[in-house]
């Protein structure tokens, strides 16, 4: 009922841009290009948590992306959800290179079907999805699926992950800090644990997917209980590991990688 009321109320009260509140758009052109104006670039935090998989991200968590977000994300401008799920999309375009068809091994060269990207959302608490009306990483995820697939590349969305336990609010929390409060905050859900045990599940499919990256923890806890559901203890990494994408990251994520 609330989503209805959220969408009603985008129709009938005043629209300003969620980046920079120009009147009469939900987002402007200029912010819409901060989030899809350029290439999605890989990012990494310092110090890099344990684990962590390589990530892409579309822009900087500064500014209208950041008031975008959060307009989308707390105060449930759910018609936002395009523009960051075309993000997001970007991002797992860039981590997942060519993977979206596979070599023949008949030997004959002709490119056939692949498996789908399987882009599995973080999850977030329940008392916050529910307190939030949404789930806003989730929301994104489908949209992306939804560019993905009319872009030719096959992908859908899977909920491999829940928590087994409550965690702290991260805010105000460091990166160490942050990385004691998630460890071993999340598992595979039954469904998730069903197909890994069957060989259903390709690792290397696997997009771990977020709306932003600070320090890395939550994904870096993430990739862990995907690799500890697949048997293995090896360190995600770009061959044979799952990958990451979020609408974006820490300024500083970006300074550094470039270094």
């Known amino acids: 009922m609330r989503n209805v009321w959220q969408e009603l109320s985008g129709l009938l009260l005043p629209v300003a841009c969620a980046g920079c509140g120009r009147p009469r758009t939900e987002l ?3 912010c819409r290009a901060v989030l899809l ?10 110090p890099t948590p344990p684990g ?26 759910l018609g936002l959800a395009g ?15 060519r993977l979206g068809a596979a070599a023949d091994p008949g030997g004959a060269g002709a490119p056939r079907a692949a498996a789908p990207l399987l882009l599995v959302p973080v999850p977030s608490a329940r008392s916050a999805t529910a ?14 699926a939804r560019e993905l697939r009319r872009a030719g590349l096959p992908a859908r969305v899977l909920p491999l992950l829940r928590q087994r336990r409550a965690v702290a609010d991260q ?41 932003l990256l ?5 994904l870096a806890e993430a990739a862990r209980a995907v690799g500890e559901g697949r048997g293995g203890d090896r360190e995600p990494s770009v061959h044979g590991g799952c990958r990451a994408a979020v609408v974006a990251a820490s300024p500083s994520a970006f300074e550094i990688n470039r270094n």
Request: with cysteine; hydrophobic share 45%.
């Open 28 to 30: 402007c052109a200029a």
């Open 37 to 46: 104006g350029g290439p999605a670039r890989r990012v990494r935090p310092s």
């Open 52 to 77: 962590l998989p390589a990530v892409w991200a579309a822009a900087p968590y500064e500014n209208a992306a950041r008031a975008v977000l959060l307009a989308h994300k707390e105060r449930g401008a």
């Open 83 to 97: 523009a960051l799920g075309r993000a997001l999309a970007g991002c797992v375009r860039a981590g997942t290179g």
């Open 131 to 144: 307190a939030r009306g949404h789930d806003p990483v989730r929301r994104i995820a489908v949209t992306a």
């Open 171 to 211: 805010a105000g929390l460091g990166a160490r800090q942050r990385r004691a409060n998630l460890a071993g905050a999340l598992e595979l859900t039954a469904a998730g644990e069903r197909l890994l045990r069957r060989g259903l599940l390709r690792h290397d499919r696997v997009i771990l997917v977020d709306d």
């Open 214 to 218: 600070t320090t890395g923890s939550t």
